[in-house]
């Protein structure tokens, strides 16, 4: 298994745990660009946001609830940031369908 994110899941290679059930996992972004900035994630292998079909929809609106429920837990859901890059050009560098919460300091507009 070469998914990074996958072998995370399977507990292949360690990570910051914060949240797991039999569907999804979270976990602390190894490179945080916030204060706080975590990862949700279907255990799932699925690449791309695109590549998701009508079955899988309902993940993300589990790992909506989940980010949000961490958020919460995490003392930023005053405000935070959720992000799913998809693509190349749209930033995405892992395979593996991801969200980003992202809080604990100003964050402005423009998402670079
Ligand atoms: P993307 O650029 O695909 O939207 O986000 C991938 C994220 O995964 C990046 O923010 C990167 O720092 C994070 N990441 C990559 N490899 C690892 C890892 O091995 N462990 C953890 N915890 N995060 C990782
Ligand atoms: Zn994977």
Known sequence: ?????????????PSQ????????????????QAPVHFLVLPKKHIPRLTDMTDGDYPLIGKMARVAT????KEGVSDGFRVAVNCG???GQTVWHVHMHVLG?????????
Do not use: T, V
């Open 1 to 13: 298994m070469s998914c990074i994110f996958c072998q995370i899941a399977a507990k292949e290679i």
């Open 69 to 72: 429920e961490l958020a919460e």
């Open 88 to 90: 190349e050009q749209g």
């Open 17 to 32: 745990l914060i949240y797991e059930d039999d569907e999804l996992i979270a976990f602390y972004d190894i490179q945080p």
């Open 104 to 112: 604990g300091r100003q964050l402005n507009g423009c998402l670079g």
